[in-house]
């Protein structure tokens, strides 16, 4: 690790420890549960290899994650986080909630990754909306992530759940501004941007379950993207 700030400050040794480039988004994509070496390169497209093995040596060496043999068949190693990492999980939470005001659709360059986008749909969760437990699908371009939500409970993954979903999404282009109440859920499917494969009250659920605002000072036609 290069940054040290030469303060006795618990927000000094943080920003040490997560303030190089690509950390946040590592611990994000395992907070959204354990990846081998190739999946964590694979859903940060542009970060080098070597930057990647650096920082998973750093971030296990502060006892952010750790090495975990692989029960699935192949074997091989998984990276997961700690208890230690874990208590990062609703900090991250409110970053992206807070970065998100700001976002009302992708620049020039950016993608959506399914990891970032079950890590999203954990930070939008609002408890006590769906009363029956329900597993949600979103299909948002390349990327696919899950939620399965009830009361104050709430689990997401990336890709694809391992039982079947009761209601599934394919997104178009402004699913943000369905989540933020830009756009309605019944604009959103008479235009095609959005089709449901579930009841259409399954949807007006979803977007009041899963919201996040955007500053008022954002234009919700900026360019177009999930």
Known sequence: MTKDYGQFCGLARAARVLGERWALLIVRDLSVGPRRF???HEGLPGVPTSVLTTRLRELE???????????QPGGGVLYALTAYGAELTPILDRLGRWGAQR??????????????????????????????????LIHAGAASAW??????DLDVGADIPVCDPDVVIH???RLRLLLAGRLSPEDAVTSGELTIEGPAADLEVFAQAFHVPLALTVSPTASEGP
Do not use: C, F, H, N
């Not at 060496?61 to 029960?71: F, G, W, Y």
């Not at 976002?103 to 950016?110: Q, V």
């Open 38 to 40: 190739k999946d964590i």
């Open 61 to 71: 060496q502060m006892e952010v994650l750790e090495r975990r043999a692989a029960e």
């Open 103 to 136: 976002m009302s659709a992708p620049e020039p360059g950016e993608i959506l990754t399914s990891s970032s986008l079950a890590a999203a749909l954990r930070a939008a969760y609002r408890p006590g909306i769906i009363s029956a437990p329900t597993t949600y």
């Open 147 to 152: 939620a399965s939500a009830g009361g104050e």
């Open 171 to 173: 997104a178009g282009p």
